[in-house]
């Protein structure tokens, strides 16, 4: 009897398929096929987003909720659907719990705003060093306008939480909620974020989880995570821009004063008062992003039916791969050393500006980011002005992943 | 590797071994440019001789090659220079970059040019520039606190 060979494909190929689910990545920047590396700042859009965005625009699109036709209707269940795929997505308990926003930045603003504004002088509010700028400027203001204080919980120099210290912060009972990443936009660490709800619920605070990086490359679960709000956008996830997600336990949601005031959130209006509707669409003022929203559905759809196992398993073997072909380069410094990783590698090069490295390998078709990635007060922590970020994505492959070195090593030999 | 020729040797050896850069403590006037976009600073100090000339110029630049080499040409080429005629120099110098219309820009800042190709990197350029304008109008230079 002849048995079939068994295949082993290596992971880092295993989706290379996907690429032609991407019509952008066909194309060539000044003459070089294009090499996309900065899929951490907004990711590229497969065929099966695009269609459906227009697809809905050319067959069914009305205003959502109150429309009394037929239009109006079928694009309310379609729209409607999106919430249950998040909710789904993320292991929320009740669809309710899922508020659609602007995007990360948004949602996180929501929660500053509204549960904010039930902290009292006193209380505080711990956010980490490695925040991307959305998590740690709506804070500053609500601390700007209500009294509480904010506390940073330090990271080691390898660019993990320091979770003794974390429990400091929050021991004296004051802190109402720990704001924190689940995964660095600038040094990839993934947070251990169960252990930091353990830490938060232990001293009485809530714990919200910025998961704009993480959702992209693994699967969220926040209730294994034990989390009370949790925060994602679409356009990192393959999706459109203009449509984020707030997820929140409903028994918080419904305790927490609107946000923004307008149509859809109400139940009834007076001149004299106004009364709220229910979670989600008291969070929701005025018409939302109808179109994104079918967009960000059919970027889960894409996910789910490629399968977080095999996108995860594709991006740790790709990073494990690019951390030795990286150090191989002259000069090159890889920042951080996390205890887990996701697909981000920023890195700096002797007597080379990571602004100069980012010209020089666009000139070469390969887009990476470089500055201080809306994470001042990270790099101030970590002696830097800017570093050089590649970022990967489930398109991302091995060859790309040689080109960035290769050219990383020419663009050494041309400032040295 | 950089086919429009915007790293040309001389803008890497300026970045390299700058010969204008120093301390600013005395300078008749001190400006900065900042670019909040990606960390990079120019300070730069002015003294005028006599007769109300730019006589020296010094720069303390942190950024890019861009950034610095700008820094030490803008340097060379203010010295000399009425205090008008240098702030037009660098006017001059940003028109030609932000819109391409050469009006009587120094030849030897043609250097920058194929930035015109590199909008995201044109106030790399310019930064040391909007530092001496702001240190000869007088406007007071910011005083950063990682400085």
Known sequence: MDVPPVVMIDPIDSLRDRRADFPILGETVHGRPLVFLDSAASAQKPVQVIDAMGDAMRTQYANIHRGLHWMSERTTDVYEAVRDQVAGLIGASAREEVIFTRNST??????????????????????????????????????????????????????????????????????????????????????????????????????????????????????????????????????????????????????????????????????????????????????????ETIGLGAAISYIEAIGYEAVAAHEAALV????????????????????????????????????????????????????????????????????????????????????????????????? | MDQDGLYQQQVIERARTPVHAGPLEGATGRGEGT?????????????????????????????CAICLASADMMAELAVGQEQSGAVMMGRAFTALLQTGQDDGVRPELMVFAPLRQHRSRIRCATLAWSALEAALTGAPAEDSKDG
């Open chain 2, 35 to 63: 670019n909040p976009m990606c960390g990079d600073r120019v300070r730069v100090g002015v003294w005028l001789d006599g007769e109300g000339r730019i006589g020296t110029v010094r720069h303390q630049a942190r950024g």
């Open chain 1, 320 to 416: 494990e791969y690019a951390l030795p072909r990286l150090a191989e380069v002259p000069g090159l410094h890889v920042v951080g050393a996390p205890a887990e990783r996701g697909g981000v590698i920023s890195f700096t090069m002797d007597d080379v500006h990571p602004h100069d490295i980012a010209t020089l390998l666009d000139r070469n078709g390969i887009a990476v980011r470089a500055g201080h990635h809306c994470a001042e007060p990270l790099m101030r922590r970590l002696g830097l002005s800017a570093t050089a970020r590649a970022s990967f994505a489930l398109y991302t492959t091995r060859e790309e992943v040689d080109a960035l070195a290769s050219t990383l090593t020419q663009i050494r030999g041309f400032f040295v």
């Open chain 1, 106 to 291: 948004e949602a996180i603003n929501l929660v500053a705003y509204s549960f904010g504004s039930m902290m009292r002088p006193g209380q505080a509010v711990v956010i980490s060093e490695m925040e991307h700028h959305a998590n740690l400027v709506p804070w500053q203001m609500l601390r700007d306008r209500t009294g509480i204080e904010l506390r940073v919980a330090p990271i080691t120099d390898d660019g993990d939480i320091e979770l003794d210290a974390l429990e400091r912060l929050v021991a004296d009972g004051k802190v109402a909620l720990v704001a924190v990443t689940h995964m660095s936009n600038v040094l990839g660490t993934v947070t251990p974020a169960r252990q930091i709800a353990d830490i938060a619920h232990a001293a009485g605070a809530r714990v919200l989880f910025d998961g704009s990086q993480f959702v992209v490359h693994r699967r969220v679960d926040v209730q294994a995570i034990d989390a009370d709000f949790y925060t994602f956008t679409g356009h990192k996830l393959y999706g459109p821009t203009g449509i984020g997600v707030l997820w929140g336990r409903r028994e918080l949601l419904d305790a927490m004063p609107p946000f923004m005031g307008g149509g859809d959130m109400i139940s009834s209006v007076t001149f004299e008062r106004s009364t709220w509707a229910n979670v989600p669409h008291k969070f929701e003022a005025g018409t939302p992003a109808i179109i």
